[in-house]
């Protein structure tokens, strides 16, 4: 038997995230705040590096448990997402996720913003599109789509650290690449 690197596009992402985190602890104490977080309202600016910012938060973390537990879910879903969709359209969904979770965060809040969460719920909810066909809506969505974004909104109104709103903001991307993907699988393309 051989090693496989088997998801390019999810392999890659965690470790490029992993090894931000690891420069970020050991060598370089600003690169993450620098460039893998994007700030509030307040505090953004129309630059190169906060344009850059709006993509890369994703990869971005505050500690290995925050690490690991947004790739614990992206490395058990996304090499199923990927071989369903290729990698091209995994890495087109997740920089849009990306963009999107990040200018809403400047819009709407004051606080900066870090983490793959975004990305993690729209794998979720874009899994459970997975036996899709047209003209269905599958059940397995709307039970996600209850138990994930439901439980999202009622945590948003605790007083905490997490973007709640990011994670529904990728649960609804999540729905619209299921509900709009061609659904045929794909080679890693």
């Known amino acids: ?3 496989k690197y088997n998801a390019p596009t999810i392999l890659t992402f965690t470790f490029i995230s992993a090894a931000a985190l690891a420069l970020n602890q050991f060598l370089f104490p600003n690169l993450i705040s620098a460039w893998f977080s994007v700030p509030g309202h307040g505090d953004f600016h129309f ?7 709006l993509f890369t938060h994703v990869i971005g973390h505050a500690d290995w448990k925050h690490l690991v537990n947004n790739f614990s879910i992206i490395l058990l879903v996304g090499p199923m997402l990927e071989t369903r969709y290729g990698s091209k359209d995994m890495v087109l969904m997740m920089a849009v996720t990306a963009l999107a979770t990040g200018a809403l965060n400047v819009v709407f809040f004051p606080t900066g913003l870090l983490g793959a969460s975004g990305v993690v719920f729209m794998m979720i909810l874009l899994a459970s599109f997975t036996n899709f066909k047209k003209g269905e809506i599958p059940l397995t969505f709307i039970l996600v789509l209850f138990l994930y974004l439901g439980q999202q909104i009622l945590e948003a109104f605790q007083s905490d650290n997490i973007s709640q709103f990011t994670h529904i903001a990728g649960g609804v ?3 619209l690449f299921g509900f709009l993907g061609r659904g045929e699988e794909k080679n890693h393309e």
């Open 1 to 3: 038997m051989k090693l």
């Open 47 to 53: 630059g190169i590096r906060n344009i850059v910012n």
């Open 173 to 175: 991307l999540g729905s």
